[in-house]
């Protein structure tokens, strides 16, 4: 599907919606933001859903007792579209607090399946708004999936990657060696979303400088301990 750019309209300002509440849109909500009839709305979510720029959800209507609503959230490949709008930089209050909220839901999803959980953080990624700690939330994506491998090849991994002699070759290690078991394991739909993730985060870090690449180093490091 060629997005046009009545298309990238509606997918911005649900984009914008979705990290500004911190949740999924109901369509009339942005029906209401852009100015058309909810039925517009719908129609259009539905077709930016069915090329994979969007998944549904259910929610309760809080008007309603025991009603469901359709609501809608940004997949991964919708904000790539507009990624080039994410910060450059982040200071170091910022890349604190990012950092202890990612570790305390990273923690927060260890009772989780393995496909439980590397959804809810593929769901937190299009919120992410800088550069560094979005690949950060990929570093953690593939913790996720290094925790519920647990056993030999977890503590393999873990003493392969904190023993590098490098941050970059740290987290390079780390990135090559959890990839290709998650190409292995995966399911082919997630497979290949967490790998056109990878791609991306490969082509981040390489444009982060020194500093910021010492932070998601020492982020890794910490984690993995």
């Known amino acids: ?45 539905k077709e930016l859903e069915k090329h994979g720029y969007l998944t549904r959800d259910y929610a309760v209507n809080p008007g309603e007792t025991g009603r469901s ?27 604190d607090n990012t950092k202890a909220k990612l570790l305390q839901f990273l923690n927060s999803l260890k009772g989780c399946s393995i496909s439980d959980a590397i959804q809810k953080v593929l769901e937190e990624i299009p919120k992410v708004q800088v550069r560094v700690a979005f690949c950060a939330y990929i570093i953690g994506l593939l913790l996720v999936y290094l925790r519920k491998l647990g056993g030999r090849t977890e503590s393999l991994i873990q003493s392969f990657v904190q023993n590098a002699p490098t ?56 984690a993995l301990a």
């Open 167 to 222: 941050n970059e070759m740290r987290m390079t290690m780390f990135v090559g060696t959890v990839l290709g078991t998650i190409i292995q394991t995966m399911n082919h739909e997630i497979g290949i979303e967490v790998t056109d993730l990878v791609s991306r985060y490969l082509k981040s870090i390489n444009d982060l400088s020194d500093h910021e690449r010492g932070m998601l180093s020492d982020f890794l490091y910490e």
């Open 69 to 95: 609503q359709i609501v809608f959230l940004p997949t991964v490949k919708a904000t790539f579209l507009f990624e080039q709008e994410r910060s450059e930089v982040i200071n170091p209050k910022e890349w």
């Open 1 to 45: 599907m060629i997005l046009t750019e009545r298309r990238k309209q509606f997918l911005q300002k649900l984009i914008d919606l979705y990290q500004k509440t911190n949740g999924p849109v109901h369509y009339e909500t942005l029906a209401k933001a852009i100015g058309v009839s909810k039925w517009t709305a719908y129609d259009m979510l």
